[in-house]
């Protein structure tokens, strides 16, 4: 048994397994970054005379072979040890001998794990904001492709006013930049070292934490020992709610398609190769890539409930109920990530139809329209309200089928330019230079 801790008894097998419960695999993802902080704290190490220079030159070579083995996919955490901290600790000394041993000291497995977290989550938070902008550049190709095709706008699912397919995708991609503002938040809250906190406390040595700072690319410290012990939770709630807010826009698209897709709307179609049938009706084409995107994207919303369930009314200092943070944080990463590579992938096949506003029944939706269109010609407003009304009760109105929308963000005026502007200046916050 590898176990930091070791104090020179074995727990019982059912406790052992019961507390480790699923955390192997989990810790599997936090590999690269362990060895990552190993290599950056015993640097400090040296620095502050705790290593010396040979010790840290064999140090960082085992920790450099465990790094190409992670990379290479060679890596395990043996049946036996409790996590990846134990079996990196285990390489080194069974590799090294007696040096390996000095790679602990002056940390915790607590700012140990945190610093592997905190890494972790800027690097995932940082890619998932590049899919996410993927699914944006693609949303605005296809506005700025069909700016011009007319579709139906709705309000309480009631006809409503004339929109088009140029304001329907363009909405969905400037709502992504504001997903990705909380998103951006997350990730500065990730962005600061927890290394030197050891256990929540601080440590006896004259660590040198703005160095590991600096070596880690982090953008500052969690300065207050205390603080950096109270980031675990936190960092993950805050990712949570990043992942969350993605979830949600790609969720409400998915639900849009599946309704546009429906004989009854017809408005969107995709290749027969892109839907599934039925084993009893001949004539359908489910959109079932976007009913899994609106369940799977619905159960993201749950997580930060889940991760505020889990650490709510938790006491000061480090408790074991935190492990399991990872087996409800790590998957919602996975299943993001998943989602928006495929709306991106479906997006590229999409077929618009072009005539939806010829049929009759969409009339209606250019009342407006002509009561602006009075308006402008000097009838007072509540009167012209009052005219095309009249003509709507008595089967009378003749839509003129005419629209002029000039403002910002209005059908002739999309601003996609602007709303990539905004788009950039979010994406410069995941840039590991700023």
Known sequence: ???????????????????????????????????????????????????????????????????????????????????????????????????????????????????????????????????????????????????????????????AMPSSFGLWFGAYAETLVDDLQVMAAAHDIANQNPLGSAAGYGSSFPLDRTMTTRLLGFADLNYNVVAAQMSRGKSERAAAFGIAAVAATLGRFAMDVCLFMSQNFGFVSFPDELTTGSSIMPHKKNPDVFEIMRGKCNRLQSVPNEIALLTTNLPLGYHRDLQLLKDILFPATTTLHDCLTMCDFMLQHIRVRRDILDDARYDYLFTVEDVNRLVLQGVPFREAYRLVGRQVQEGSYRPTREVHHTHEGSIGNLCNDRIRAKMDRVMARFDPKQ
């Open 1 to 159: 048994m590898a176990n930091l801790w070791d104090k020179g008894f074995e727990p019982d097998e059912m406790i052992e397994r019961f507390t480790v419960g699923d955390d192997r695999r989990l810790d599997m993802r936090l590999a690269r970054y362990d060895v990552e902080g190993s290599m950056a704290h015993i640097r400090m190490l040296e620095h502050i005379g705790l290593l010396t220079a040979d010790e840290l030159k064999t140090l960082l070579g085992g920790l450099e072979q465990i790094r190409d083995e992670i990379a290479a996919g060679k890596f395990e955490i043996e049946e036996g040890t409790e996590d990846v901290h134990s079996q990196v600790e285990l390489l080194l000394t069974r590799r090294l001998g007696e040096v390996g041993k000095k790679i602990h000291a002056g940390r915790s497995r607590n700012d140990q794990v945190l610093v592997d977290l905190k890494l972790f989550l800027r690097d995932e938070l940082r890619n998932l904001a590049h899919d996410a902008r993927q699914v944006f550049n693609r949303l605005q190709e296809l506005s700025d492709r069909y700016r011009d095709v007319l579709m139906p706008g709705y309000t309480h699912l009631q006809i």
